[in-house]
């Protein structure tokens, strides 16, 4: 049986991370809506907006 080392070895995914984070403020927002969410209101919540405006057009960056 293998024991896993003390001293703090926890890796960290940050992608991983990120879409927990909004995944939770998607749900906020469903829940707080009265009717179902629009797909402006959910570009809204992601920040789709905010990628697409700081990425130039013609680079390969994504």
Do not use: F, K, N, Y
């Amino acid at each position: 049986m293998r024991v896993a080392p003390v001293g703090g070895t926890a890796v960290q995914d940050h992608v991983a991370l990120a879409e927990i984070e909004l995944c939770g403020e998607l749900i906020i927002a469903a829940s707080a809506a009265e009717d179902r969410l629009s797909l402006e209101s959910i570009d809204e919540v992601l920040r789709v907006g905010e990628e697409r405006e700081g990425c130039d057009p013609g680079s390969s960056h994504r």
